[in-house]
C-alpha cells in the first residue's frame, strides 16, 4: 500500500499530464513521463509516448465541449493510477527517488501553464447583499492555470 504522499505525487501527475498538453510544456512532460513509466526500456517508453499521444488526441477531440471537463478527469485518474501502480512495484529505495523526478515534471508543467486567475474590478458600484447596484464599469480579467 502507498503513502499519502505518494500518492499525492501520483495524482498531481496525473493532473499535470493533463494540464500540459497542448501547451508549450507538453514536449518535456511527454518525454519525462515516457522516461519515467518506461524504466529504460526502449519498448515501454515508446508505449508511453503512444499512450500520451493518444492522451492528448481525446483533449484536443472534446475541447470546449460540455464533456470536456469529464474527460479531462477521466484521463487525469488514468494517469494517476497508471503513476500509483509504477509506484506499488518499485523497490521501495527507488520509490521516493522517482516521486522526486514526477514532482520535478509538476512543476515544470506548472511554471509553463498560462496561469490562470479571476479579476473583478468593480467602480461606481453599490453592494447590497449578494446584488451589486448601479451603474459602473465591471472589467473581469480570467486566467486559468
Known amino acids: 500500500m502507498l503513502v499519502e504522499g505518494l500518492i499525492a505525487v501520483a495524482g498531481a501527475g496525473g493532473g499535470a499530464i493533463v494540464q500540459a498538453a497542448g501547451t ?10 515516457a522516461r519515467i513509466l518506461g524504466r529504460g526500456e526502449a519498448g515501454r517508453e515508446q508505449a508511453e509516448l503512444e499512450r500520451l499521444d493518444q492522451t492528448r488526441a481525446e483533449l484536443e477531440s472534446a475541447g470546449d465541449s ?13 494517469w494517476q493510477t497508471r503513476l500509483e501502480m509504477l509506484f506499488e512495484q518499485l523497490p521501495e529505495e527507488e520509490r521516493q ?23 473583478n474590478n468593480f467602480s461606481n458600484a453599490t453592494f447590497t447583499d449578494s446584488q451589486v447596484l448601479g451603474s459602473g464599469t465591471q472589467n473581469n480579467t480570467i486566467n486559468r492555470r
Open 97 to 119: 527517488q522517482v516521486a522526486a523526478e514526477l514532482q520535478a515534471l509538476v512543476e515544470q508543467a506548472h511554471s509553463q501553464t498560462p496561469v490562470q486567475n479571476t479579476h
Open 66 to 78: 460540455p464533456e470536456a471537463e469529464r474527460v479531462q478527469t477521466v484521463l487525469a485518474t488514468r
Open 24 to 33: 508549450d510544456a507538453w514536449a518535456g512532460i511527454r518525454s519525462g513521463v
